[in-house]
């Protein structure tokens, strides 16, 4: 049989594309602020990450010109030879003292972030623990490690300790994101973190959506709950309020210098690039001196849900800037969403596997950057697209 017979048959994607109800992949021929250019024609982008609207901050563009202009374009090996710059031990000192951690460690990606870190803490006889919501890079983690992996029921914490009850005394590490990215609640850490003191677990946040975003200084989600130095490790993206690429995590000393020597994702691929490490780094700068933006975004997000919940809409458990529009049928989905792409509005329609049969959704993501204006004309058309489809 020929391997690729597989691919001869795929034909999902052919058959959405050409009944006009094909949502990926469009090309973006502007810069990722509130508002995107696709093929000549401006809209509201409410599909995006870039919770503090930092892409086109002047800082940040003139910080990669600048590293571009001393370090190249690129450092042409791994962090573990020859791709180690100055400024990857800048920002990771900065990192940890950022999060109030003993050391940080920066990787070219968060998925490979998540990849690197739980394939190489979780060994053999370990059990890793998981919410059934978590990202795909936690669960492709788990799957290359050589521990046992188990699940809990999203946010149950009678589930979860049903969980821990059956692990006895092995090596546990419980994993949860802190703002789930689909549904835009949040982890309960409190409880979480109860239960792994009870067991003998330790705690893995994926802060992916919440850095710059949750708490008071926008440490994320242990933060949020006062709970900084009771989690044992967090990671993050560089790819949301951070407007670059990469990933980092930050933990104890030794866990750190363990993942930095044996992490075959950190060892074998090359190393950030001096352009997207120098953003991070003026980045970083920004979270902590205006505070104001992650105010503004909340503000925007409360506006959202409200006008949202007051429409009618399902917007499921969500607490952040990351609203689902939940629709159930994945058909209705696509043709909501291709109606609000015909009005000029940019979101994203998730459907299974990324999301539980039968919880087709919508989903709206938020920025400090996006004008009143902007998120009216955004309610206005999810009133007349929800009314026209029944939905409302």
Same mark, same amino acid.
């Given at each position: 049989?020929?391997?690729?017979?597989?691919?001869?048959?795929? $034909?999902?994607?052919?058959?959405?594309? =050409?009944?006009?109800?094909?949502?990926?992949?469009?090309?973006?021929?502007?810069?990722?602020?509130?508002?995107?250019?696709?093929?000549?024609?401006?809209?509201?982008?409410?599909?995006?990450?870039?919770?503090?609207?930092?892409?086109?901050?002047?800082?940040?563009?003139?910080?990669?010109?600048?590293?571009?202009?001393?370090?190249?374009?690129?450092?042409?090996?791994? #962090? +573990?030879?020859?791709?180690?710059?100055?400024?990857? =031990?800048?920002?990771?000192?900065?990192?940890?003292?950022?999060?109030?951690? =003993?050391?940080? *460690?920066? !990787?070219?990606?968060?998925?490979?972030?998540?990849?690197?870190?739980?394939?190489?803490?979780?060994?053999?006889?370990?059990?890793?623990?998981?919410?059934? /919501?978590?990202?795909?890079?936690?669960?492709?983690?788990?799957?290359?490690?050589?521990?046992? *992996?188990?699940?809990?029921?999203?946010?149950?914490?009678?589930?979860?300790?049903?969980?821990?009850?059956?692990?006895?005394?092995?090596?546990?590490?419980?994993?949860?994101?802190?703002?789930?990215?689909?549904?835009?609640?949040?982890?309960?850490?409190? @409880?979480?973190?109860?239960? /792994?003191?009870?067991?003998?677990?330790?705690?893995?946040?994926?802060?992916?959506?919440?850095?710059?975003?949750?708490?008071?200084?926008? #440490?994320?989600?242990?933060?949020?709950?006062?709970?900084?130095?009771?989690?044992?490790?967090?990671?993050? $993206?560089?790819?949301?309020? !951070?407007?670059?690429?990469?990933? !980092?995590?930050? /933990?104890?000393?030794?866990?750190?210098?363990?993942?930095?020597? @044996?992490?075959?994702?950190?060892?074998?691929?090359?190393?950030?690039?001096?352009?997207?490490?120098?953003?991070?780094?003026?980045?970083?700068?920004?979270?902590?001196?205006?505070?104001?933006?992650?105010?503004?975004?909340?503000?925007?997000?409360?506006?959202?849900?409200?006008?949202?919940?007051?429409?009618? !809409?399902?917007?499921?458990?969500?607490?952040?800037?990351?609203?689902?529009?939940?629709?159930?049928?994945?058909?209705?989905?696509?043709?909501?969403? #291709?109606?609000? +792409?015909?009005?000029?509005?940019?979101?994203?329609? /998730?459907?299974?596997?990324?999301?539980?049969?039968?919880?087709?959704?919508?989903?709206?993501?938020?920025?400090?950057?996006?004008?009143?204006?902007?998120?009216? #004309?955004?309610?206005?058309?999810?009133?007349?697209?929800?009314?026209?489809?029944?939905?409302?």
């Amino acid at each position: 049989m020929d391997i690729f017979e597989k691919c001869f048959c795929y $034909t999902a994607a052919k058959e959405a594309r =050409e009944s006009g109800y094909y949502p990926y992949f469009k090309p973006i021929e502007s810069g990722q602020g509130s508002q995107v250019i696709i093929r000549g024609r401006r809209m509201i982008m409410i599909g995006s990450n870039n919770y503090l609207g930092l892409t086109s901050h002047p800082k940040l563009k003139e910080a990669a010109i600048k590293a571009v202009e001393k370090y190249g374009s690129g450092c042409t090996g791994s #962090r +573990f030879l020859n791709g180690t710059l100055d400024i990857h =031990e800048e920002l990771e000192a900065k990192l940890a003292e950022f999060m109030g951690k =003993e050391a940080a *460690l920066v !990787f070219s990606t968060g998925f490979q972030t998540n990849l690197g870190t739980i394939s190489t803490v979780v060994g053999r006889g370990d059990i890793v623990i998981t919410d059934r /919501a978590d990202h795909a890079s936690i669960l492709d983690g788990c799957r290359l490690s050589f521990g046992k *992996l188990m699940k809990f029921k999203h946010n149950d914490m009678e589930d979860l300790e049903r969980v821990l009850k059956t692990c006895g005394k092995k090596g546990k590490l419980i994993i949860v994101d802190g703002i789930f990215s689909m549904e835009g609640d949040i982890a309960d850490l409190p @409880n979480i973190v109860k239960l /792994a003191k009870r067991f003998g677990a330790r705690v893995m946040v994926d802060d992916a959506h919440s850095m710059g975003v949750l708490g008071e200084n926008g #440490r994320g989600t242990a933060e949020h709950f006062d709970l900084m130095d009771e989690v044992d490790i967090v990671m993050a $993206t560089f790819s949301k309020s !951070f407007a670059s690429i990469g990933g !980092f995590v930050v /933990a104890k000393e030794e866990v750190i210098d363990f993942i930095k020597h @044996n992490s075959r994702a950190l060892i074998f691929s090359a190393s950030p690039p001096p352009a997207s490490v120098a953003v991070v780094l003026a980045a970083l700068e920004i979270i902590k001196d205006e505070p104001e933006r992650r105010r503004k975004l909340w503000e925007n997000a409360r506006m959202m849900l409200e006008g949202f919940k007051g429409m009618g !809409f399902d917007t499921g458990t969500s607490q952040t800037p990351v609203v689902p529009i939940i629709i159930g049928d994945q058909m209705k989905t696509f043709i909501f969403w #291709r109606q609000l +792409f015909n009005e000029g509005i940019f979101a994203n329609p /998730a459907i299974p596997p990324a999301v539980p049969p039968g919880r087709s959704l919508i989903r709206t993501s938020y920025m400090a950057t996006h004008t009143k204006d902007e998120l009216n #004309r955004v309610l206005e058309v999810f009133g007349k697209v929800g009314k026209d489809l029944g939905i409302i």
